[in-house]
């Protein structure tokens, strides 16, 4: 029998697919590299760049440094050149490539000299390289050259091949997204001798060269460094060929590796070996740093060197990463066994054995306690060796007063030790001691403990053990309790020490915690923008003690919103990177890629929709401006207020949506009512009209007299209706002011019911007015009106003959009126809505004429002048009833009922 197989799946790679489809709206970048400077890049790539001219292309020059050889000035002829831009600095101008002027050109390609140059203070970008990326961005091919010693990855191997460290490095990300890679090869043999005919440098400047960089030995590592880079560039470029049209091949197995960083081993170079190690095995990775309580405590200088490593690792295309955690490599083997890391990269920490063996070295449990994961100790920079870990300068080791408080407590150890010398044993009151030196680690850490730990020693010898007062020991017994003293003296001053880092520690994130959580609870009660950006900058400028500005979008451009302290102006270059920060959506300003000459640090506010605004900050501080623990907490609040300021523009949306369709739901209902009930009596009128001109002579008298009825009745039905819409107009304009007056409610009563006699006519009216009512503080014309609607209102739902009642009687300091009809009734869920501008109750049987805008009327007129009014069924009758009640005047005493 034979076995079937499972189908291969030829399909494309998606990932390579979606790489594909992002590209594709990217200008295409062409790397000409070389092994040294003179090999011939610049020549090569103007020799292609008039190629392509030749064939129609749009090609202009950027920058191109021709150092005075007139071979290569030769090939500028006849392409456009884009005037350079100048920049004072120190009293000079520098000249540099104008990026504003090529983007708003746009040509098809431009060629960009020397990518590794670095930019003159005041440029958007402090490297070339960035400006080149911001070009293709906007879809420009770019044509440019590359020495292979810039390569950043690459840095360390070229310093120790030709000695000289080259501070001008390029991300090894640049060459791995270029579309094409041509090395311009020389050998060098060839190179020297251009160099000796001065086409590289000047005379002296070359025979210099030639002694010591341009070496033959050295050119032929640089050249086959340029090659092998090269190949690997082209292989990726294979795979990613073959995984695109889905060619069978071998793969990478997939690996994956993982750099611990610290502040003591050469982090840089350990990054650097990192990368050039995930390259050979086409393999992602990681930097991953380990937070400890030391590390907190730690000096500025290994702070920043750690923050370095980190931003160099996401420089070189690694993922940095930073744990909290006080056991390093229990951390590291965690993280690397959850994320399948196959290759761990360490340096040996450098300090001395005997605080290794105190204190674990994280090395030995790497190997230990790796399993199956490949651990690769790399060594470090020997001349940082130190005889402990690091302290901040001002710590407990610098901190005298400690040293002299933990003396303190050894003095009253012994002398309480020596109160109780004539009751215990000597052996025991080694324990006495034992309590001052962990007094002294729970207080001041290590340092000061293990002071207190030798003075404890020495005393215990001194004042304690026979011979007294000398520091010879005669019993050989009592020399093995004073060694174990001082072994348990040490241990336990140790353990003390790290449960007081891990308190302080668990302290710093608690409070930390808590903040953020009190920093959510002022965010969620917010009721507005400013609420919630006032509280944002206080919140950011309280943790990390820098000064905070946030812009929010205003007609287009940024502007300035809430700042703390509240005083902080921009000027036009925070404005400026504040604003490409926004655009882009990426860090600018000072310490980021772009725009570094800005006074602040601008970092947009991100949410799923794209960036919602930019915070900006800045300190008196040198240097880096946040560590990395502090940049953590940074995009934390950023986006807690970023969600609170979209949830505030979210609901502005939606009262604005909903504002929207109730306007339009109240523009189509007015066209509707005006469509019917203006076109309705109208009709009505015209007709009787037209019939009374045109045979006026020949009807008799009672039909004329109906008709002329019709017309009267018609116009009064107009008139009402345009009546109301002009009260509901002056209602929603807040023009309209009561004018209040004493009345009797049975008068105005009685005015309503003359002024509806027709419409009542019929219907039977029942009146039940309890006698002896308050005047009220009413407008007059305005309850007539109500009253008025609330008859029109009965007439229309209630059936031809049903009676319509009118009751009121006195209810504490209100008088209740309610108008009660025979009718169908209110749908229970429409209650409330009747009181909606242009709503009417349907029916199945028939519509009734109306504007829907009497009850509407009848609310605002009540509400205006002080009162309340309801509507709901009646519960004795069929029916609707509408309840109105008024207040009675404070400065009339209400009368008790008859």
Known sequence: MIEKRAPIDRRPSPDVLLQEAQSSARGRLKIFLGAAPGVGKTYEMLLTA?????????????????????ETEALLAGLEIVPLRTIPYNGRSLAEMDLDAILARHPRLVLVDELAHTNAPGSRHPKRYLDVEEILAAGIDVHTTLNIQHVESLNDIVTRITRVRVRETVPDSIIDRADDVEVVDLTPEDLIARLREGKVYVHDQAVRATENYFSPGNLTAL???????????????????????????????????????????????????????????????????????????????????????????????????????????????????????????????SRARWFDFIRGSVTQRLIRDAGGINVHVVAGEPARRSAGPAQAPGSARENWTAYAESFGFVVIACIAALILRQTF?????????????????????????LFACLVSVLAFNFFLLPPLYTFTIADPENVVTLFFFGVVAVIASNLMARLRAQAITARQRARVTEELYLFSRKLAGAADLDEVLWASVYQIALLLKVR?????????????????????RLDEADLAAAQWCFEKNQAA???????????????????????????????????????????????????????AIERIYLAKDIAAARLAAETDRLRQALLTSISHDLRTPLASIIGSASSLAAHGAELDA??????????????????????????????????????????????????????????????????????????????????????????????KYAPMGSKIAIRAHQDGNSVVLEVSDEGEGIPPADCERIFDKFFRVHHTDRQRVGTGLGLAICRGFIEAMGGTISAANRADHSGAIFTLRLPVPAAQPAEAPA
């Open 548 to 568: 905070v500005v946030l812009l929010l979008p205003e007609d287009g451009r940024l502007a300035l919103k809430a700042g703390f302290p509240p005083e902080d």
């Open 702 to 795: 009672p039909v004329r007299v109906a008709l002329l009825k019709t017309i009267q009745e018609e116009a009064e039905r107009l008139n009402r209706f345009i009546g109301n819409l002009l009260d509901m107009t002056r209602l929603e304009s807040g023009a309209f002011a009561p004018r209040t007056s004493l009345a009797d409610l049975s008068d105005l009563v009685g005015a309503a019911l003359q002024r509806a006699q027709r419409i009542l006519g019929d219907h039977t009216i029942e009146i039940a007015l309890e006698p002896g009512l308050p005047m009220l503080a009413l407008d007059v014309v305005l309850m007539e009106q109500v009253l008025f609607n609330l008859l029109d209102n009965a007439a």
């Open 223 to 349: 050249r086959e460094l340029a090659l092998r880079r090269t190949a690997q560039r082209v292989d990726e470029q294979m795979v990613d060929y073959m995984r695109l049209h889905a060619i069978d091949g071998p793969w990478p197995a997939g690996d994956r590796v993982l750099v611990g960083v610290n502040g003591a081993s050469g982090g840089p170079a350990l990054v650097r070996l990192a990368r050039r190690i995930a390259d050979r095995l086409r393999a992602p990775w990681e930097a991953i740093h380990v937070e400890t309580a030391r590390e907190l405590r730690a000096g500025e200088s290994e702070r920043r060197e750690i923050a370095e490593s980190l931003r160099l690792a996401a420089r070189l295309g690694g993922a940095p990463v930073t744990l909290p955690g006080e056991d390093v490599a229990a951390a590291i083997l965690d993280y690397a066994q959850s994320h399948n890391v196959t290759h761990i990269l360490v340096a040996p920490a």
């Open 50 to 70: 008039q190629a392509k001219r030749r064939e129609g292309l749009d090609v202009v020059v950027g920058v191109v440094e021709t150092h005075g050889r007139k």
């Open 589 to 643: 300003g000072r310490g980021a890629d772009t725009l570094p000459g800005a006074k602040r640090l601008f970092t947009p506010m991100r949410t799923g929709r794209g960036a919602v605004g930019v915070i900006g900050i800045d300190s008196d501080r040198a240097g880096v401006l946040l560590m990395p623990e502090e940049s953590r907490l940074l995009d934390s609040l950023s986006d807690q207020a970023a969600l």
């Open 425 to 449: 044993a000597v052996s025991n009151l080694a324990l006495v001691f034992l309590v001052g030196v962990l007094a002294s680690a729970v207080n001041f850490g290590l340092w000061p403990s």
